[in-house]
């Protein structure tokens, strides 16, 4: 069964939910809980549980360190994964610097610039010339790649991360990128994400007030 980007949304917030009612004390727990925890269905958590063979048993539910690291093994989180950063403005320097990637299992490995003055090689996480970037990510089998640069320069900086072997990209550059059938690109525009929020609490808010 093919699985959607909605599917694979849904794990990662079960996966939440379930180390969030470990904390409680929880040792198993049954679809409702995790239902309500994520509000959907517990019908829709079978479901999507099913697409990985994932079974619970009907009276004693699922044992929540075995459907972590379950969900883990599918989100590809039983293993490092290794990131670079394209643009070292101030949102590429935040997330390098943001320390809830390494308890997820992401480690930040490199950043690429083109700025001369932002080069730092001999860093815990370098910040390397741009023209670098195909022999460090061919050479560090590097698979995921952040984009945080201005929307003029960003389609070109994809087709060099495509040319050198990048499979998945997170772009947060305001521009909706082309790749190619070998690479998942998400487009991230907090802009309109803004804009989006803004729009309901407005909506909200005049609701409230009749």
């Given amino acids: 069964m093919k699985t959607n980007k909605l599917c694979i949304m849904r794990l990662s917030k079960y996966k939440s939910a379930l180390y969030r009612l470990k904390s409680l004390g929880f040792v198993r727990i049954f679809s409702d809980n995790l239902a309500d925890a994520v509000e959907v269905t517990s019908s829709q958590v079978r479901k999507d549980f099913s697409i990985f ?8 539910g699922y044992k929540i360190d075995e459907l972590i690291e379950k969900i883990n093994t599918i989100l590809g989180k039983d293993e490092l994964q290794k990131v670079v950063i394209i643009g070292v403005g101030k ?5 390098m ?14 950043a690429f610039d083109i700025d001369a003055l ?3 090689h001999k860093e815990k996480t370098p910040v390397l010339p741009l023209e670098e970037l195909p022999e460090f990510v061919r050479k560090n089998n590097i698979k995921i790649g952040i984009i945080t ?16 072997g990048i499979k998945g990209v997170l772009n947060f550059a ?6 190619n059938d070998d690479c998942q690109i998400n487009n991230v525009n907090l802009e309109v994400e803004l804009e989006n929020l803004i729009y309901f609490v407005n909506v909200l808010i005049k609701t409230k007030g009749k």
């Fill in 174 to 179: 305001p521009i909706q990128l082309r790749g």
């Fill in 97 to 110: 610097h943001y320390p809830g990637f390494e308890k997820e299992g992401i480690k930040i490995v490199a």
């Fill in 149 to 164: 640069v201005p929307a003029t320069s960003a389609q070109q900086v994809v087709e060099i991360m495509l040319s050198a």
């Fill in 118 to 120: 932002k080069f730092k």
């Fill in 91 to 95: 949102l590429g320097s935040a997330l």
């Fill in 53 to 60: 063979d994932i079974s619970g048993n009907k009276r004693g």
